[in-house]
């Protein structure tokens, strides 16, 4: 053997190993097999994003969730032998799972046990820039884990004796640990009140000029057409929450400048405690005079995720402003043929063929917003032209509501608007 190879037998894999992953979900009543099975590829690519790899699926059809451990103690072993097997590393449910379960959970498998919520807010943890950003999701982190403390840490089982005490079981390390995290959430929320604070008088110096927000299920494209309209550089890739902090440029268009805002998208069972510490990102669409809601035509649930966002802008006190829709990705999908061509095709082959009637969808979706619908595909600068014009269009509308007495020659000083990103 040569002195080369045996350099080369002394060598190691030095590269991270990726964390595998299986996941968990029920299938409910009403529920059809692709529901649950766009539902789990969400939550794969959730899984992705968080840096683990999905190596098997397991679902299982009940009335309610198993109060213990959410599946019934059949599959629950079946999961267990699979993990034992292929010395799986995490087990994800698309659902939360109470302290309870968790805890009984991460008890009988013996793997790091992820709901919903705690996938979640570990991907937001991960993609957070700002301070503010940063703070919201720590606050959100720490009320969830609060009441879950007794199963994330088995450490916390000892009890430690008091300094001054004779006997006794002294205090658990447990209501140690959940002080120290109440205390913790208490100087959050003092922060991010200062930050707030901040946030309203940024808010505040904007009087004056239209502003708008993107808005849209998570990965659609959001960033992709902040980019394209205002010329920034704004993280965009394909992977979900690939934005978590708000981020406002300015514009001019025509003459008529206004602040366009790329927000942090929605997604189905987004976390409660997520939604109440993002309250001041939040105000970026709640202030906002105009809505800009992109929508993924190429995904085939879009009409759900359509209604999730719909939802959540109820929720938030955002769902009466006026509403721009922008069906984007319309490269991915094939497009209704034209009269001439579907005589020449069978009935079969226009049903297996998926085609979208663009026609249709925009007298559908026109009636539900009151504003006629673009057709775009942000990445390649299909349709922008068209989508320019309807942006510009409605911020005309909200314009002339601040100046009822605008005329189009007029040349507005946008020095006074700097500083406001």
Request: negative net charge.
């Amino acid at each position: 053997m040569s002195k080369f190879s045996r350099k080369l037998q002394k060598l190691y894999d030095t590269a991270p190993k990726q964390d595998t992953a299986v996941l968990v979900a029920l299938i409910k009543q009403g529920q059809t097999d692709q529901q649950v099975a766009e539902y789990l590829d969400e939550l794969a690519f959730l899984t992705e994003t968080l840096g683990a790899s999905t190596i098997y699926r397991f679902t299982q059809r009940l009335e309610k969730p198993d109060i213990k451990t959410f599946v019934g103690s059949g599959k629950l072993e079946e999961i267990k032998s699979y993990i034992e097997h292929f010395e799986v590393d995490m087990v994800i449910f698309d659902d939360d799972l109470s302290p309870s379960q968790m805890r009984n959970l991460e008890n009988e498998l013996k793997v790091k046990v992820y709901d919903r919520s705690l996938l979640i807010l570990d991907i937001f943890l991960s993609r957070a820039q700002t301070a503010q950003a940063k703070t919201q999701v720590e606050l959100a982190r720490f009320q969830y884990l609060l009441p879950r403390l007794t199963n994330m840490w088995t450490h916390l089982e000892r009890q430690r004796g008091g300094t001054s005490t004779r006997g006794g079981a002294g205090e658990k390390e447990i209501e140690t640990d959940k002080r120290d995290i109440r205390t913790k959430i208490t100087l959050l929320k003092s922060k991010l009140k200062d930050i707030e604070k901040q946030g309203v008088t940024q808010r505040k110096g904007r009087k004056g000029i239209v502003r708008a927000a993107l808005v849209g299920y998570t990965n659609v494209g959001k960033s992709t057409l902040m980019n394209l309209i205002t010329k920034s550089d704004i993280l965009a890739e394909n992977k979900l929450f690939a934005t978590v902090d708000s981020t406002v440029r300015k514009v001019v268009l025509e003459n008529i400048p206004f602040l366009l805002s790329d927000t942090v998208g929605f997604i189905r069972k987004l976390p409660t405690h997520l939604i109440e510490s993002f309250k001041s990102t939040l105000d970026e669409i709640r202030e906002a005079d105009l809505l800009v809601h992109v929508i993924d035509i190429s995904h085939p649930g879009f009409e759900d995720h359509f209604a999730v966002v719909n939802s959540t802008l109820n929720e938030i006190g955002a769902g009466d402003k006026p509403v721009l829709l922008v069906f984007n990705k319309i490269d991915l999908v094939p497009e209704m043929p034209t009269e001439e061509e579907l005589e020449n095709m069978s009935d079969i082959e226009v049903e297996e063929s998926n085609y979208l009637d663009f026609e249709k969808l925009a007298e559908a979706y026109e009636k539900k917003t009151g504003i006629p619908p673009v057709f775009m595909a942000a990445e390649n600068g299909t349709n922008v032209e068209e989508f320019r014009n309807a942006l510009v269009k409605e911020v005309k509308k909200q314009h002339l509501k601040i100046y009822p007495h605008y005329l189009e020659s007029e040349v507005f000083d946008m020095s006074k608007f700097e500083g406001l990103e």
